[in-house]
């Protein structure tokens, strides 16, 4: 098993930046893939990014390609999505997601609680 809690969630200006973090627990919560989704209401949970265990491969949807960035500290078993440049589109609630891989919610096995990341304009 392994449990995820985000934080880092908030309010910024478009144009601004946030960066998110999601703290893994459990016992092998460092060697399972990770990555972010973003939910908007009403809509399935959109892919955002992912990282290998390793941290030596990540993969990014278009719409936030050369604006965010996916890292892993697994010494603190840590995942962390830099986001610059934001615009109210990228309005949504945010999930960390584990031990999984592709562009597919149903694909990861574990969830946090989801974090709410608002960019005004």
């Known amino acids: 098993q392994v449990q995820l809690v985000e934080s880092g969630g908030g309010l910024v200006q478009a144009g601004g930046s946030l960066r998110l973090s999601c703290a893994a627990s459990g016992r092998t919560s460092s060697s399972v893939n990770m990555g972010w989704f973003r939910q908007y209401p009403g809509k399935e949970r959109e892919f955002v990014g992912a990282i290998r265990w390793s941290g030596g491969s990540t993969s990014y949807a278009n719409s936030v390609k050369g604006r965010f960035t996916i890292s892993r500290d697994n010494a603190k078993n840590t995942l962390y999505l830099q986001m610059n440049n934001l615009k109210p589109e990228d309005t949504a609630v945010y999930y960390c997601?584990?031990?999984?891989?592709?562009?597919?919610?149903?694909?990861?096995?574990?969830w946090g609680q989801g974090t709410q990341v608002t960019v005004s304009s």
């Open positions: 997601a584990a031990g999984g891989w592709g562009t597919m919610s149903y694909n990861y096995v574990y």
